[in-house]
């Protein structure tokens, strides 16, 4: 049986990286037309517990339509934030200042300019490197050195502020790693942004409470790898995020079966570039799942 499970496990990760190569490929042609719910034994279940009105340290506004934008490396307002989806689990967010950050930083797919601060989760090497490139200011590995010297980060760099919370995952043999995983939030022009990583368990309430109420969310969907579908629609449902933007997804099928729960209900709206500019003040008016192009 050991032998059967590092074979699937070869397998797995070999699809990964395959798509994470397909998505590199796809993004570089856009940039040149200028365009499981398996539950942790250390997380038990909780009664779907509720998220708090606001991210630790924001204040809601008056929220208006989406506004999406071109791909592009213009100059942004103080209360814009660029997000564009560069395949696999890895986006690169731009703040006001042009703070440049790149989530689940791999070997694979990697986004058009050099990060000044990259993020990183553990449960496979598609969403991580041993070999980031030296010019990248800050390196945020989302897994500490054992379970008892956790990762745990609150870094202010120019108008961003990065922090995490610390969730479990499951290894190749069945087990649990505890804290392998890390949700990466990121505050910026008084928006606050969560990454859910390679998310396997649902949330606790402290954990709900120590990320806040984000108004946007990278959430995992493959419904296998990550959290099954019924626990990550209870995760969206408790963080109560204005826009959903769904990642990790291997095929079409597996995206539509996530919107087809997902559109039950919120608002599904696809994007015609990889690519948006948002604002405090123009975020939807009822939560919607944006669907960014790529993988």
């Known amino acids: 049986m050991r032998g059967f499970g590092e ?3 070869r397998g797995l990760r070999d699809a990964c990286r395959t798509v994470a190569r397909i998505a590199g490929v796809a993004l570089a042609v856009a940039v040149s037309i200028g365009v499981a719910h398996a539950q942790s034994p250390n997380n038990p279940p909780a009664a779907k517990p509720e998220v708090m009105e606001n991210c630790p340290g924001l204040v809601a506004h008056n929220r208006l339509p989406l506004v999406p934008t071109a791909f592009q490396r213009a100059a942004l307002d103080a209360d814009q934030v660029r997000i564009t989806f560069v395949g696999h689990a890895t986006f690169l967010i731009e703040s006001p200042q042009l703070v440049r950050i790149a989530t689940d930083y791999n070997d694979y797919v990697r986004p058009p300019v050099l990060p000044d601060i990259i993020t990183m989760n553990h449960a496979h090497d598609t969403h991580y490197t041993d070999f980031p490139d030296p010019a990248i200011k800050h390196v945020l590995r989302g897994w500490g050195e054992s379970p008892d010297k956790l990762a745990l980060y609150d870094l202010q760099y120019r108008d961003v502020r990065v922090r995490n919370v610390p969730t479990n995952i499951r290894n190749w043999s069945g087990g649990t790693e505890r804290y392998g995983n890390s949700i990466f939030i990121f505050e910026t022009a008084n928006l606050c942004i969560a990454h859910l990583g390679h998310l396997h368990h649902t949330l606790t309430q402290q954990q709900l409470n120590e990320i806040g109420r984000p108004d946007v969310v990278m959430a995992p969907v493959d419904g296998n790898l990550t959290l099954d579908l019924d ?7 408790a ?5 959903i933007i769904p990642m990790h997804f291997f095929n079409p099928f597996t995206l539509a079966r996530f919107l087809d729960r997902a559109s039950r209900q919120w608002e599904v ?9 948002v604002s405090k003040a123009t975020l939807p008016p009822h939560p919607k799942v944006l669907v ?4």
């Open 292 to 295: 960014m192009p790529g993988h």
């Open 231 to 237: 626990g990550m629609m209870e995760v969206l449902a």
């Open 269 to 277: 709206e696809r994007a015609e570039i990889p690519s948006f500019i």
């Open 7 to 9: 074979f699937v496990g």
């Open 239 to 243: 963080l109560k995020p204005s826009i």
